[in-house]
């Protein structure tokens, strides 16, 4: 399979009033032709830092990419020019981003917002941008697209705004398309429907997709290969079978553990990760998790973990991977709460 | 939309109404009548006045007249210069009143947004400090001191411009900067503030994420949303700059409506002080209908009628 | 590559460290106050405005002339000197003196203007919002009527009928002034109604007045705040503008306004102490104000809070 999409060693820091937060440290992923990628994490974890990263939208300042290289198609997107990026941008990458609501321009008919990448990319006349905008509507399942293309985003639904979205990302036939948590600002029922035109979608153009979420049942559904995020760095990477059953990082056991599920009883079904992610304007020089990690030792307060392959496809920083660490169970689901919350 | 329009046209005509029968409670609070204490008429003159100008009839009689005149438009006839009426003077000096508003109006709008912009896009930098500095100026410091510095400096001094009168460009040019002042400044720093709101909207974000280059951003997605807030104080905004062409007018010497007004105020001329009141009253509510239904139409999110829901 | 044993000694998690809230909590006014006093534009305005109350105070105090003492003849027209600080006018007044008189009436009317527009605004809209319904209905109708008037047009026609002086240029001010006052304290209130510690006290059985001065009030004081400071200097900014045009208040009682208007004539020979003193220090008390109200704007604005 072919690599589309490479990161390698990025940083990314915010300068801040209080300080400089280190948001992203270090991050190593990559992402093959027609996959979909899911990094998962929880809110401060970086991972929508990295998504913009990619697209070069972090507005700077604040935000700075300190150091790494982001590879597409072999060239490194943080050295090409401002120019060079936008013909990157909505062309060979495309985006949508989680609140539909306030994502597209209130002023500007749904169809000239799709026709707009259209027109600038691949030189379309009036005429054709807007049959092309018809058909991208059509495709992302909005009826009587003829007559929505000439409406503004108030006259449509929340669900209907992100499927919008969707075909303004689409629109010009991107090789990525960048999800940053597209279903967290919409109904249950809607989000089903989203991640249900997405994987049609994805099939039918073979478009590599990176999905951003926090939630993992939407991994499960949706990606091939997952990236656990934590404290802005890559804690575990695998396929999603590799996460979901033989995960490693006992913090993707405590995202496991605290992901509703049926098949449990009552009071085992939720179990919360006690603490808070760590202080990024000071991270710590160890590893980010071992403040709530319930087997941390001394050495992960102090040193950072090496990235360990689990198997080709797998990789894991832990201390416990190392050989001289007492051995914790593995793939089992440990309780790590020590109280009731 | 219609049910809105209806609405606002008749909250129009009520203060429009109130204007009318404020002014004409005023006048008619003064003891005495106008001609008091014009002492050289003789007393047979002095009654036909009275009853020319409706003076003799009781009080409510000269109300209904005064409204049926002002329904026809007509506003009555100078007290002190009986040859003119109301109506000629504002024929006389609307154009250029009208000329110098609308020359201040086009240099706040159009330079206030520029500089609002510029200062927004280059926020905490340079240029807005120099903006946001202009600005601050432009609103500690009022038009009758502005308008003075400039014929010291530009005309008299560096011989820029005509010192004072009316009739070429040229002459038009220092009175309009003048009065352009002010609005200048609130337009520059609403368009700033307002910018600065829409650059960080999530939607700009998605203009970026398609590719397109700065300028396209700007001035498809930016500016449009940006401009909609400066629309809606067009309205006071001209009523800004009529009062403000009173002094204006008076210091440069334009013969327009302010300075009409400004000597019958001086000369307690009451009835063309009732005229010209009720005529720029009249003139700003219209323009403040205009605005509201103007700002209906650039925003499709507002649904007219709905408006409360604000 | 050994690490020694003891590194992979397991060690207790200190979730009770990581649950504290790391950053004490700092009250809504206390935070304002904190960011107010970043702001050097504001703090700016604010020493200036310590200034100019003091100056107008006491100003006239540090000079041996009246505002209305004349000196024909070779007093007349003085540059500023020693004897006369910011030089005298055409009747040989001292400016310094008159100046600082200026200012007294310009703060005053400033002042007075604004106490009027709180009290009858907050009145008119705490009533207004905190009834509803058709009282609510009515009351802003009234406004909406009211607030399409030309508001510097009907203070003309007040002082073209009234005696002109401070007092009637206040209460001309005020017959429009309160309205956006009444708007804004309505929405607010309308805004706290819905919020549940109103209910609750509802519920608990606090009068309708309690509600009002105790609950509602002090929590809409923010922006009642930072409007009144504008109305200060649009109020200030009105009589210097009437006064200008001859209808402020009469000789020999100096105000800025009538000051510029007296040098006006003088204004383009060599006379320049005559129109720079007032017109700067009336541009100076609209900066300060105006430079103090935005600060105040921005630093109680729950929006800015980081």
Known sequence: MKTILEIKDLHVNFKTYAGEVHAVRGVNLYLNKGEALAIVGESGSGKSVTAQSIMRLLPSPPAEIKQGEILFDGKDILKLSEKEMFQIRGSEIGMIFQDPMTSLNPTMTVGKQIMEGLKWHQKLSNTEARQRAIEMLRLVGIPTPEKRVNQYPHEFSGGMRQRAMIAIALACNPKILIADEPTTALDVTIQAQILELMKELQHKTETAIILITHDLGVVAEFAQRVAVMYGGKVVETGKVDDIFYRSRHPYTWGLMGSMPRLDLKQEDALTPIPGSPPDLFDPPKGCPFADRCPHAMHICHEEMPEVMNVSDSHQVSCWLEHPQAPSVHEGVRVNLTTKTV | MLRYIGKRFVIM?????????????????????????????????????????????????????????????????????????????????????????????????????????????????????????????????????????????????????????????????????????????????????????????????????????????????????????????????????????????????????????????????????????????????????????????????????????? | MAIPAHKFERVERKVEQAETIRKPSISYWKDAWLRLRKNWLAMLGLGLIIFLVIMAIFGPVFS???????????????????????????????????????????????????????????????????????????????????????YLLVVILFLVVFEPGMWTIIMALSVTGWLNMARLVRGQVLQLKEQEYVMAAQTLGASTKRLLFKHLIPNTMGPILVMLTFTVPNAIFAEAFLSFLGLGVQAPVASWGTMINDALVVVLSEEWWRLFFPAFFLSLTLLAFNAFGDGLRDALDPKMRK
């Open chain 2, 13 to 310: 005509l009520a203060t429009l109404w109130l204007i009318a029968s404020l002014t004409f409670v005023l006048m008619h609070s003064i003891p005495g009548d106008p001609f008091t204490s014009e002492k050289k008429f003789p007393k047979a003159t002095l009654e036909n006045l009275k009853k020319e100008y409706n003076l003799d009839k009781p009080i409510p009689v000269q109300y209904l007249l005064y409204l049926k005149n002002l329904a026809t438009f007509d506003l009555g006839i100078s007290i002190k210069t009986p040859t003119r009426t109301v109506n000629e003077m504002i024929e006389d000096g609307f154009p250029n009143s009208a000329q110098l508003g609308v020359q201040a109006l086009a240099i706040a709008v159009s330079a206030g947004i520029l500089m609002g912009m510029v200062a927004a896009i280059y926020q905490s930098r340079m240029p807005d400090y120099i903006m946001m500095v202009l600005a601050v100026i432009g609103i500690s410091v009022p038009n009758f001191v502005l308008g003075p510095l400039f014929q010291k400096y530009l005309g008299l001094e560096w011989e820029i411009f005509p010192i004072a009168g009316w009739g070429d460009f040229e002459q038009s040019v220092m009175p309009s900067i003048a009065l352009a002042f002010l609005p200048l400044a609130l337009v520059t720093r609403l368009m700033r503030s307002s910018m600065l709101d829409v650059l960080g909207q999530d939607y700009i974000r998605t203009a970026r994420a398609k590719g397109l280059p700065p300028f396209r951003v700007l001035s498809r997605h930016s500016l449009r949303n940006a401009i909609i807030p400066v629309v809606t104080i067009i309205g006071p905004l001209s009523i800004g700059i009529l009062t403000g062409s009173f002094v204006i007018e008076k210091i440069f010497s334009i013969p327009g409506i302010g300075k009409y007004f400004v000597e019958s105020v001086t000369n307690r001329d009451y009835s063309v002080i009732m005229g010209v009141t009720i005529f720029y009253a009249g003139l700003l509510i219209f323009m403040n209908f205009l605005v509201d239904l103007a700002y209906g139409l650039i925003d499709p999110r507002i649904k007219l009628g709905s408006k409360e829901a604000r």
């Open chain 3, 64 to 150: 041996k002339y009246t505002y209305y003492q004349q000196d024909l003849g070779a007093g007349q027209n003085m540059e500023p000197s020693s004897e006369h600080w910011f030089g005298t006018d055409d009747l040989g007044r001292d400016v310094f003196v008159r100046t600082w008189e200026g200012a007294r009436i310009s703060l005053q009317i400033g002042f007075f203007a604004a106490l009027i527009d709180l009290v009858v605004g907050v009145l008119y809209g705490g009533f207004s919002g905190y009834k509803g319904g058709r009282t609510d209905e009515v009351m802003m109708r009234i406004v909406d009527v009211l607030w399409g008037l030309p």
